[in-house]
C-alpha cells in the first residue's frame, strides 16, 4: 500500500490510471511507453505521446494541457468509442 493520494501522483500516473479504468486495460500502450508515462509531468507525457504518433491532434494536446488527467482520459476514451462506432456503422453501410 501507497501513502500517496491520487492527487500527489504525476499526471502520467492519473492519466493511465483514469484510462485503465475506462478502457479496462493499457494493453495499447508498450511497457517501455508506460513506465515512461507514469514517471511525466503533463508536457512529458505529451511527449511520449508524440513519439507513439507523429500526427497527434492539436486539440488533442490542448485538452492535456487544459483537463486534469482523469479528465482528459475520460474525454479521449469517449471520443475513441465514438471514432470505433462510426467506422463499424459505415463498414456495415458499405457493405
Given at each position: 500500500?501507497?501513502?500517496?493520494t491520487?492527487?500527489?501522483?504525476?499526471?502520467?500516473?492519473?492519466?493511465?490510471?483514469?484510462?485503465?479504468?475506462?478502457?479496462?486495460?493499457?494493453?495499447?500502450?508498450?511497457?517501455?511507453?508506460?513506465?515512461?508515462m507514469?514517471?511525466?509531468?503533463?508536457?512529458?507525457?505529451?511527449?511520449?505521446?508524440?513519439?507513439?504518433?507523429?500526427?497527434?491532434?492539436?486539440?488533442?494536446?490542448?485538452?492535456?494541457?487544459?483537463?486534469?488527467?482523469?479528465?482528459?482520459?475520460?474525454?479521449?476514451?469517449?471520443?475513441?468509442?465514438?471514432?470505433?462506432?462510426?467506422?463499424?456503422?459505415?463498414?456495415?453501410?458499405?457493405?
Amino acid at each position: 500500500m501507497t501513502d500517496e493520494t491520487t492527487d500527489d501522483l504525476p499526471y502520467g500516473a492519473r492519466f493511465l490510471q483514469a484510462w485503465k479504468r475506462y478502457s479496462g486495460s493499457l494493453g495499447s500502450f508498450a511497457y517501455a511507453d508506460i513506465q515512461r508515462m507514469k514517471a511525466a509531468d503533463c508536457e512529458a507525457f505529451i511527449a511520449v505521446l508524440r513519439e507513439r504518433s507523429s500526427m497527434l491532434p492539436y486539440a488533442t494536446i490542448q485538452l492535456l494541457r487544459e483537463c486534469e488527467p482523469e479528465e482528459a482520459a475520460r474525454v479521449m476514451f469517449t471520443q475513441a468509442q465514438q471514432a470505433q462506432q462510426t467506422s463499424l456503422m459505415m463498414f456495415l453501410l458499405l457493405t
